[in-house]
């Protein structure tokens, strides 16, 4: 019998975990080099946290170039590992109990939401994930694919045109990567807060769980 959390889950979910930390800290580095939106002379006004400043603590890099090869090294591992998740969602049949489908999981989600803010105990559910979940951790996924279709779109917007064309130019394309990446902190930290709230899934994570 199949454990709540295959190795193979758990093994992608930890290897996510410094890979993303560092991409977002050298991305940081990346950013400190010009940190405007929207072509030279004719910024982006309507774009929020214009002329951000980081500490160095945050940022991980030494330098533009350093950071960027970080970046795109660690860039490789992510995808590789994200490519090894979703085979294995497909292959598994797992996406069936992990992914977000609206007809099953929307009304849920909307109710487990409204618990939360109200702050009204529902009963747990008896499903690996609830409808919320689900719709975090999809909606995370598709961050992931728009970072990196994004972040490529930057890193050729000649080769790639088509793809940076998709993004609104090379402009657009540091948009969406920017504003995508502060989404993707904030389910991490969102995340971080209810394993902190429900401590009793860390082990689960570690060890698979009881078949």
Not at 6 to 24: G, Q
Not at 83 to 100: G, K, T
Request: contains cysteine; positive net charge.
């Amino acid at each position: 019998m199949r454990k709540p959390q295959p190795w193979l889950i758990r093994l992608t979910h930890w290897i996510n975990v410094p890979v993303i930390a560092i991409m977002a800290m050298s991305g940081l580095q990346i950013l400190v080099a010009y940190p405007f939106f929207g072509p030279q002379g004719e910024r982006y006004s309507w774009m929020p946290l214009q002329g951000l400043q980081t500490p160095s603590w945050l940022r991980a890099g030494g330098w533009l170039a350093g950071a960027r090869h970080l970046h795109f090294a660690f860039a490789w591992l992510l995808i590789a590992n994200a490519i090894a998740y979703v085979v294995y969602l497909i292959a598994s049949n797992e996406y069936r109990r992990r992914m977000f489908w609206p007809p099953r999981d929307l009304v849920p989600a909307a109710k487990q939401a409204l618990a939360y803010i109200t702050r009204r105990a529902r009963p747990p559910s008896t499903e690996l994930y609830n409808g919320l979940q689900r719709a975090g951790y999809t909606g995370a996924l598709v961050l992931g694919v728009v970072l990196v279709l994004s972040g490529l779109a930057m890193w050729k917007p000649v080769q790639l045109d088509w793809l940076a064309w998709l993004f609104g130019g090379y402009d657009g394309a540091r948009v969406i990567h920017f504003i995508s990446l502060i989404a993707l902190c904030a389910f991490v930290v969102g995340h971080v807060v209810m394993v902190a709230l429900h401590p009793r899934t860390v082990p689960t994570m570690i060890t698979g769980g009881k078949p």
